[in-house]
C-alpha cells in the first residue's frame, strides 16, 4: 500500500506517473513526491523510465528542477484536458520536449544468458524527459486513450489515471489508497447514524 506521500506508480501512463509526483487535495498546495535527487533516482528506477540496475549519479539539483517543471506542465496539460479546457501555451511546450530524442535501448545479455534492456549509453536529463514528454503526446493524441483519463473521486486526491477497467468504471487512482479510505469512510459515516428504534 502506497503512502499518502510516496511516491504512486498506479495511474497507468509514464507521464500520468511523473504528474502523480505532486498531489494533495484540490485546491491545497500539493505534497510534494520528488524532494530530493535520491527521490528522483528512485522514480526513474520504479517507474521504468530507466532499465533496472541503470547508473543514476548524474541526477542531481538540475535534474530534479528540471523533471518538477516538466512535472507541473504536464500537470496543467492533462488537467486542462480533463477538464475540456484547451492547454494553449502549455501544450506547445510540451512538444518542444517531446522533439528530444528519447534515451537509446540496447539488448545485453546478462551473466545468467537472458537478454535484458539498458542504456545505450549514460542517462541524459533531455533525453528523459523527451521520453516522458512523447508519451504525454501519445496519450492526449489517441482518442481512445484520452478518453480513459479519469480524475480520482477521492475526496482528498486529485491524481488523473488512466481507466482501462472491464466497463470503464474505476472511480479511484487506486483501490488500495483512495478506495480503501473511501469505504473506511463509508463505514464510519454508517456507525454514527442514530439507530431506529
Not at 539539483?61 to 475540456?84: I, K, P, Q
Not at 528530444?100 to 549514460?122: I, V
Not at 542517462?123 to 508519451?135: E, F, S, T, V
Amino acid at each position: 500500500m502506497a503512502a499518502s506521500y510516496g511516491l504512486r506508480f498506479d495511474a497507468g501512463r509514464l507521464c500520468l506517473d511523473l504528474v502523480a509526483t505532486a498531489g494533495g487535495r484540490p485546491g491545497e498546495e500539493p505534497a510534494e513526491r520528488l524532494g530530493s535527487p535520491e527521490r528522483l533516482r528512485d522514480w526513474l528506477l520504479r517507474s521504468g523510465a530507466v532499465p533496472p540496475g541503470t547508473p543514476l549519479a548524474a541526477v542531481d539539483a538540475a535534474w530534479l528542477t528540471r523533471f518538477r517543471a516538466a512535472r507541473d506542465l504536464l500537470h496543467r496539460v492533462v488537467h486542462a484536458e480533463v477538464d475540456g479546457r484547451a492547454a494553449g501555451p502549455d501544450l506547445e511546450r510540451v512538444n518542444a520536449l517531446a522533439v528530444t530524442a528519447p534515451p537509446a535501448p540496447r539488448a545485453e545479455r546478462g551473466a545468467d544468458g537472458t537478454l535484458r534492456r539498458s542504456l545505450a549509453g549514460g542517462p541524459d536529463c533531455g533525453a528523459l524527459l523527451g521520453q516522458i514528454a512523447r508519451d504525454a503526446v501519445e496519450l492526449l493524441t489517441d482518442p481512445a486513450a484520452r478518453g480513459q483519463l479519469r480524475r480520482c473521486e477521492g475526496e482528498t486526491c486529485s491524481l488523473v489515471y488512466l481507466d482501462t477497467s472491464r466497463g470503464r468504471r474505476r472511480r479511484w487512482c487506486s483501490s488500495e489508497v483512495c478506495g480503501n479510505r473511501e469505504r473506511v469512510a463509508r463505514h464510519r459515516r454508517r456507525g454514527q447514524r442514530p439507530m431506529k428504534r
